[in-house]
């Protein structure tokens, strides 16, 4: 009787932890640790905490990501792992104790790729009546996709700036990644590939992959559900 009013079993609370603690462990420690490496190595520090945010985007919510479907029942756990997490990186700039190896005083975006990792998540789960992928492919777009952008656009031009040759690179990953869910997710992937070349400030491109590419799975669901792979994907 218990387990029915349970909201999350104990291995899901065990799952949380080691993430939250993977993570932290990345961005206190490890991340510290690449950043002076890179700097010994003669790169500037624009491009060494670049990197860094790359590596975060990629070990941090990239690998959550995948990990979720796997081990939790329900979004709860991770959203509110997001949203904690969310809060973290927003007192370091609130109190100007940046964690200078990959956070900036220009902008913070890691802040909203917290909250929206959360939200798109849990979002996602609910209007697909349990099924985790519609909302973990776009987190994946916005998480490994925008990270190879990141990636290809600081090795040719060692500063943060838009290129289609990192458009290129990403629609290489998260269009594959996209056929998890079918032709949908394919459009979805090819379409966040397109939108991240843009950017509206204070908008930046970890709000707009995930809510465009999540928004063209909701309408596919709606209009033309048939270019929806969705069952098979049900944990």
């Known amino acids: 009787m218990l387990d029915n009013v349970m909201l999350f079993s104990v291995s899901e609370v065990v799952v949380t932890i080691v993430l939250f603690s ?19 190595r003669g790169l500037p520090e624009n491009v060494a905490i670049y990197y860094n945010r790359k590596i975060i985007h990629i070990l941090a919510g990239g690998l959550a990501a995948i990990v979720v479907p796997y081990f939790f029942t329900t979004p709860l756990l991770p959203f509110i792992m997001a949203l904690l997490l969310g809060a973290v990186t927003y ?5 100007g104790r940046l964690l200078y190896w990959f956070q900036v005083e220009k902008n913070m975006y890691e802040v909203s790729f917290c909250i929206m990792w ?13 099924n985790f992928w519609f909302g973990i492919l776009p987190v994946l777009f916005m998480s490994i996709g925008d ?11 060692k ?15 998260s269009i594959p990644m ?7 997710g394919i459009i979805a992937g090819a379409i966040a590939s397109f939108i991240e070349h843009f950017e509206y400030h204070p908008i930046d491109d970890n709000i707009t992959v995930p809510l465009t590419s999540f928004i063209v799975l909701i309408l596919v669901m709606l209009y033309a559900p048939s270019l929806l ?3 098979s994907l049900t944990f």
């Not at 993977?22 to 010994?40: A, D, H, P, V």
């Not at 996209?178 to 949908?184: E, F, H, N």
Request: overall charge positive; hydrophobic content about 50%; cysteine-free.
């Open 91 to 95: 007192t370091f700039h609130k109190k």
């Open 147 to 157: 990270a190879v952008t990141g990636l290809v656009r600081n090795t040719l031009f």
């Open 118 to 130: 959360g939200v798109v998540i849990a979002l996602g789960w609910i209007i697909s009546n349990g």
């Open 159 to 173: 500063r943060r700036t838009k290129s289609w040759w990192g458009n290129l690179a990403m629609a290489t990953v």
């Open 22 to 40: 993977w993570i932290i462990f990345l961005i206190i420690f490890l991340t510290k640790k690449t950043y002076e490496y890179m700097r010994r």
């Open 229 to 231: 792979t969705f069952e």
């Open 178 to 184: 996209g056929a998890i869910l079918g032709v949908a």
